[in-house]
């Protein structure tokens, strides 16, 4: 864009903010001082560059970068270029912004077309609309426009860019047509100007009302086609196009829309109406919600929706922890938002976070999720989908008749709704407790039931040519035939169930496809082949699978597969062990499973049982209890937590103590945080160790500061560096390098935040907050001390990202700051070549691969890996 374009820009954003002459010519001086070059092109994100650190007011600036937002759509759309979802994105929060200045007066009404209009950028000549740019905002209130008064054209050409939610745009053909053949009438639309006594047909920005009135000429009316536009897309209207907009009433829904007469103009803004109707007149009201609000809301939208979609990339390929975070993520915004708090958002999305429950084996958070969902809720989609889970939730609680009925219920409302994909699944949910029935009665009606409704999924799954419905049909049908005796349709099932499956991106699915198949080849005598499957080179193994989704029934399949000789070692592909999913479900009657086959496995590989089992109980422990103080305690406070508010970290402190308390286990795993005060630091005149006397706990009623300023440090240990002279067994050398350099960055650091108390500040360092005698539970915790500091400096050198657990620490507070903004986090250089030193921002863009890092023992990697999953997870 020119300069030229955002100076024209400026006069019609001017226009729509009803800004004086004097005042938009002031904002054009203002701009042209600042770039006098007004034939250098420049990209959007270069001019709002530009402004950021022009001379102007914060109100000016809004209406310059409104300018150019609004501009870049503007050139964008005559071009006929594709604004790209990035730039859109940035479009938005720029008009965001500029929309909640409480200094500029931007007005919000309701139009006719039940949505409300928020004018941007105009320009009216002779009445007519040359050019106009609107947000338009659909409440999730139900108002809508008048079914009988929706079909309409526009006089100029029109495009829309979505910002959120899904709209559908009707097209019809409207022809002459007499009393006989007529369906409506034809309309001419006037409007009130805040100051006139009468409507006419010059257009106003900012009417006060609007009149349809019946011309008398009939019309017949059909309907040509439609298309529904979801976030980023952009569709358009050409001139004179009659059409409406559809958006159901429970929802939401934003677009930028501009009016360009450019591409196209008819004199008359006709509307279609009933054949009988004299007159419709629609006055253009206040809202009773504000227009802050309204903005918060379409952003609201905006981040549920990128979260919804980021949570079914990740559950597509298996991977549940990921899309469990988005989900939460997208529920809590539904939570703090009353308007989207509504079945259509939060019910959608407790269904979704249900499912990766399940998909974790936490069947007791599921139910409580879909049965939220489900309770008293009217019929729907999201109802049905659901009743769907709730029903193999409740499936592998082994409470079979709470499953027969949701799956009917599911059933039933499907066929009412005609939704194909549902009746398939609920089919198959039944067929699949009628097998589960018989095994437990041996009655043959519920084995012939079960097979033929198993076979209704298979083929309704064809139909529908959904691959994963059908291969779990097939899946499930090897059962049905095992039951039966009949080992060649068993393995033709179970073969053709893995084989669907391959075409799958998700490891869980395979490896459950994996596990019925390789089950039905062992008990048809073909073991070689099943033990292949059961222990795969990559992927998941079968018997983890069944650890995730535990069950009476998947428990014996469990026992079969370690009878058989699986490898209880195997890790997934996210490092997880059978025992480690076992132990976080909570499922101790698994669990001990497990552990005696595994000890079976040490003593045939003749290793030290006693101390092997011991140590995978303490990593299952160790990755349980991550899990559920990162997810599960600290992530909901960070959610929650103002960035410009000093109370988060205190409610984090409060909350990972409480978790130690509460929990036993945990205490043994998990140290409490430590720091020592600085004082105390300075005192120790070097680096103090754990047991030198200067630690103190973070507790109520301690001598230390109540409310510490704490300070982390993350450093090499350079005493292992080659020919350092050692300083006992401090981390340090004999000269204290670190410590001396820690001094240093302190000071630079009060320099830089004069406002933290030097009586509260307090520094955390490994060396005096791990116990050096008894290190597990100290570094254990430290991942989780960190996100309880304020702040970290990082004594950055040559080796420095190259070592393991500096990097889990970079990774730890790179994530904090990007996804939260309440830490601070600064690497503290030196430059030797001119003898200085400082504190420079750490660098969140820094790309950290933890399995190309260096460890002092390799048998720590998997624990690092984990770490990094853990740490990312908490974004």
């Known amino acids: 864009m020119h300069l030229s374009t955002i100076l024209q820009g400026l006069r019609y954003v001017g226009s ?7 005042e938009v010519h002031a904002v054009v001086l203002g701009v042209i001082a600042n770039y006098p070059d007004a034939a250098k092109e420049l990209s959007l994100e ?7 650190f022009a001379e102007i007011d914060d109100r000016q600036r809004h209406i310059v970068n409104t300018a150019i937002a609004l501009a870049h759509l503007r050139e964008s759309g005559r071009r006929g270029v594709s604004v790209s979802a990035a730039d859109l994105e940035r479009v938005w929060l720029t008009l965001k912004s500029a929309l909640q200045c409480p200094s500029l007066s931007w007005t919000m009404t309701r139009s006719a077309q039940g949505l409300l209009a928020i004018p941007m950028w105009s320009l009216i000549k002779d009445g007519c609309i040359d050019e106009l740019i609107r947000v338009h905002i659909w409440l999730p209130d139900g108002v809508r426009a008048d079914p009988d008064m929706a079909i309409h054209l526009h006089q100029p050409f029109g495009q829309s860019w979505i ?6 745009d009707h097209i019809f053909d409207v022809t002459p047509a007499s009393e006989v053949d007529a369906t409506h009438a034809e309309y001419n639309v006037g409007w009130k100007g805040k100051d006139d006594n009468k409507s006419d047909q010059a257009y106003k920005v900012h009417s006060k009302s ?6 008398g000429k009939l019309v017949r009316v059909v309907p040509l086609q439609k298309e529904t536009h979801s976030r980023n897309m952009s569709y358009c209207v050409p001139a004179g196009t009659f059409h409406s907009s559809e958006v159901e009433p429970d929802a939401l829904h934003a677009t930028i829309f501009f009016f360009d007469s450019s591409r196209g103009y008819v004199p008359d803004a006709a509307v279609i109406g009933p054949i009988s109707r004299e007159l419709f007149t629609h006055v253009r009201k206040s809202t009773d919600i504000s227009l802050f609000d309204a903005v918060n809301l379409v952003a609201s939208l905006r981040s549920w929706e990128i979260l919804k979609d980021v949570g079914l990339q990740h559950a597509m390929l ?12 997208a529920l809590h915004v539904c939570k703090s938002q009353p308007w989207i708090d509504s079945p259509r958002y939060s019910h959608f999305t407790l269904g979704k976070v249900g499912h990766m429950y399940r998909m974790l084996g936490l069947y007791t958070q599921a139910c409580e999720c879909l049965e939220e969902a489900v309770i008293d809720t009217p019929m729907s989609r999201t109802r049905l989908g659901c009743l769907g889970e709730l029903a193999v939730v ?46 437990l009665t041996t009655e043959r009606e519920l084995l012939e039931s079960a097979i033929s409704q198993l076979e209704e999924c298979v083929s309704r799954a064809q139909q529908l040519k959904d691959v994963t419905r059908e291969a779990i049909g097939h899946g499930r049908l090897s059962v049905c035939y095992i039951a039966k005796l009949d080992y060649e349709n068993a393995v033709a099932s179970g073969q053709r169930s893995y084989d669907l499956m391959q075409l799958q991106r998700d490891a869980s699915k395979i490896s459950f496809a994996g596990a019925f198949f390789g089950r039905t080849l062992l008990l048809a005598g073909r073991d070689e082949e099943a033990l292949a499957l059961f222990n795969p080179s990559s ?19 469990i026992i079969e597969i370690i009878a058989a000789g699986a490898d209880l070692k195997l890790r997934d592909d996210h490092g997880y062990t059978a025992l480690e999913c076992a132990m976080y479900n909570g499922d101790h009657a698994t669990a001990k499973i497990i552990e005696e086959g595994l000890r079976a496995q040490i003593l045939r590989e003749g290793g030290d049982v006693d101390q092997q089992i011991k140590q995978f109980q303490y990593e299952a422990t160790l990755r349980k209890g991550y899990r559920d103080i990162f997810q599960d305690k600290l992530r909901p406070v960070l959610l929650q937590a103002n960035p410009d508010s000093s109370s988060a970290l205190q409610s984090l402190r409060k909350k990972y103590a409480a978790a130690l308390t509460d929990d036993l286990e945990k205490q043994r795993t998990f140290d409490r945080l430590k720091y020592v005060t600085y004082s105390n630091f300075l005192r120790s005149n070097r680096l103090p160790k754990s047991n030198h006397g200067y630690t103190q706990y973070l507790a109520h009623g301690s001598p230390g500061p109540s409310d510490p300023f704490i300070l982390f440090f993350s450093y090499r240990w350079i005493a292992k560096d080659v020919g350092v002279q050692l300083d006992g067994d401090s981390p340090d050398d004999f000269e204290r390098t670190q410590y001396r350099r820690m001094l240093r960055a302190i000071e630079l650091f009060l320099n830089h935040h004069p406002v933290v108390d030097r009586e509260q500040l307090c520094i955390w360092i490994d060396f005096a907050c791990v116990d050096q005698d008894h290190q597990q539970p100290g570094v254990a915790s430290l991942p989780m001390n960190l996100a309880q500091c304020n702040a970290m400096i990082s004594l950055v050198d040559d080796k420095y990202y190259k070592r393991s657990w500096c990097c889990v620490e970079v990774l730890m507070i790179q994530t904090l700051q990007k ?31 933890m399995a190309e890092k260096q460890v002092t023992f390799e048998q720590d990697r998997p624990k690092l890996l984990f770490l990094e999953r853990q740490t990312r997870l908490l974004g």
């Not at 910002?163 to 559908?168: E, F, H, N, S, Y």
């Open 819 to 849: 996804a939260y903004g309440i830490h601070v986090w600064y690497e503290h250089v030196i430059d030797f070549a001119r003898g200085e030193e400082h504190l420079r921002p750490g660098p969140c863009d820094l790309e950290v691969n």
């Open 539 to 557: 992927g998941c193994p079968p018997v983890i699978a069944l650890c995730r989704e535990i069950s009476d029934e998947h428990r014996q399949y």
């Open 46 to 52: 270069e001019w709002l560059q530009a402004t950021a």
């Open 318 to 329: 298996g991977d549940w922890e990921e899309a469990l975070r988005s989900y939460r993520t």
């Open 16 to 22: 729509a903010l009803s800004l004086s002459d004097a």
């Open 394 to 439: 409740y499936r592998h609680m082994n409470r079979l008749q709470d499953s027969k009925w949701a799956s009917q219920e599911q059933y039933n409302g499907a066929k009412e709704f005609d939704l194909e994909d549902d009746v398939c699944r609920a089919v198959g949910t039944l067929g699949m407790v009628n097998c589960q029935l018989y095994l």
């Open 210 to 215: 609007s009149t349809a009135s019946n011309t």
């Open 163 to 168: 910002l959120a939610g899904k709209g559908t």
